[in-house]
């Protein structure tokens, strides 16, 4: 009885924490809506209806990260730790980068636009298959490169290298290569860093940084644990535009 | 009747999200692990229950925020609305105010929801030991995405070159990076990635293409992009100066502690 009367006092403090995670959003729209716009608010039952949804979906997925996605990667890579096969690290990182990247909607969705974008700028020829063709190297350009941001990211946590150094370096790296690229290419590829990392991918990246760090001595969780997320956001700028310079 | 349907093509679309992640999974587990992790039950609960969330915040999206961000957005660049100069098919960056407040907020509102920013800051708040707040850090990270989408709006305005601020946003980094704490550096870092997407995305992109639209002399291809990469810098930028900002008062607290003590060895000896 007090086990069912703790599962609702829990779900009643998810939902309401969701509904604070929501409220900046209602807030917004509808003072925009009644100050700024000043237009009766179109269909308000059904934004009612999606906002309860809204709700009751964050409530899950938080308590899904809770008992699913945060344990299971830790102890996976507990797992690899204890192992002690870098091999099998390595490879564990690229699949986890490059399989939740490459089917990921808005990359297809970012690079589907790119290839017109590029085409329109006369860089490759406008019929559908060369689109289609662009666009497929593409996808899988940014593919590779969260594939090799999550393999560097293990092995600095491995190597216990600081975090600010590499991402200067490809700061820099970043900055030259802005230089040489074609200018249709440099809004997409700047772009393309941030809409790598989905939602499933990145409780489960950062997880696994933080379970390597906390399971090999020496390593700090907090400065060694994190950083994966950043490495992913950046090597796919730097190879979206080599991807523009080589095509 | 619309609305099951709706939910269910959305959880179709979400399985095909969570399956290629469940194979590398259990593909590692079984090859290289070789061993059942601990409570597998409650771990495959786990992965329905996001799966769950997932589709009912994406269907719960779809109906309540895109459409009316998207009206938004296109009421709000309409140069009728906008008035001024716009109405003659001129551009003054300062007809423009209430995109700019609107960029602002709308950022804001939805980095707070996101759930990927959610799921970092929980981590880091328990790794932390509470040394670092995660309804803190989600507020930092959302001031910086509204600093970030707002100065963005004013770029496509003004037409200006977009490597030129992503540039001088990496060198600022940079600074506070060599001012900042090693502790904070990476989540930091992090946090850049983490607040752009499922709810800012597709908010913050209707808001870049509807402004190079309507704005005479802007190409929607050419300026309409960059929004996103002004949202994952600036929250570095935000995080970092909060980490400057608390190291700097802690140093000022204890140099004050620490001359109240003398002063009263002084006046007590």
Known sequence: MSDTLKTIHALGRLLAGAAGDLLPIVLVVAFFQVVVIREPFPNLTEALIGAALVVVGLAFFIRGLDIGLFPLGETMAQAFAKKGSLVWLVGFAFALGFGTTVAEPALIAVAAEAARTVAEGGLIATDPEALNAYAYGLRMTVAVSVGVAIVVGVVRIIKGWPVQRLIIAGYLGIVALTFFAPPEIVGIAYDSGGVTTSTITVPLVTALGVGLASSIKGRNPMTDGFGLIAFASLTPIMFVMVYGMVY | ?269
């Open chain 2, 1 to 269: 009747m619309e609305l099951v349907n709706h939910i269910l093509g959305t959880a179709w679309a979400t399985l095909f999200d969570v399956i290629p992640i469940a194979i590398i999974l259990v593909c590692f587990q079984a090859v290289a692990i070789r061993r059942v992790p601990p409570n597998p039950k409650r771990i495959a609960v786990g992965f329905l229950y996001v799966f769950i969330g997932l589709t009912l915040f994406l269907v719960g999206l779809e109906m309540a925020l895109f459409p009316v961000g998207q009206t938004m957005a296109r009421q709000l660049t309409d140069p009728q609305f906008v008035g001024g100069a716009a109405v003659l098919g001129q551009v003054k960056w300062t007809d423009y105010i209430w995109v700019y407040v609107f960029a602002a907020a709308i950022g804001f509102a939805t980095t707070a929801a996101e759930p990927s920013l959610i799921a970092v800051a929980l981590k880091a708040e328990q790794v932390s030991g509470g040394a670092i707040n995660a309804t803190g850090l989600r507020i930092a990270v959302a001031i910086g995405v509204a600093v970030g989408v707002s100065l963005g709006a004013f770029r496509i305005v003004s037409g200006t070159p977009l490597h030129w601020y992503i540039i001088a946003g990496y060198g600022v980094v940079m600074l506070q990076t060599l001012a900042a704490s090693k502790f904070i550096i990476a989540l930091a870092y992090d946090s850049g990635g983490v607040t752009t997407s499922t709810v800012t995305v597709p908010v913050v992109t209707a808001l870049g293409l509807g402004l190079a639209a309507t704005i005479p002399g802007r190409s929607a291809v050419l300026d309409g992009f960059g929004l996103i990469a002004f949202a994952s810098l600036f929250p570095i930028m935000a995080v970092l100066a909060y980490a400057n900002l608390v190291q700097w008062l802690e140093k000022r607290q204890i140099q004050r502690n620490f001359r109240d003590q003398n002063q009263q060895r002084e006046t007590h000896p």
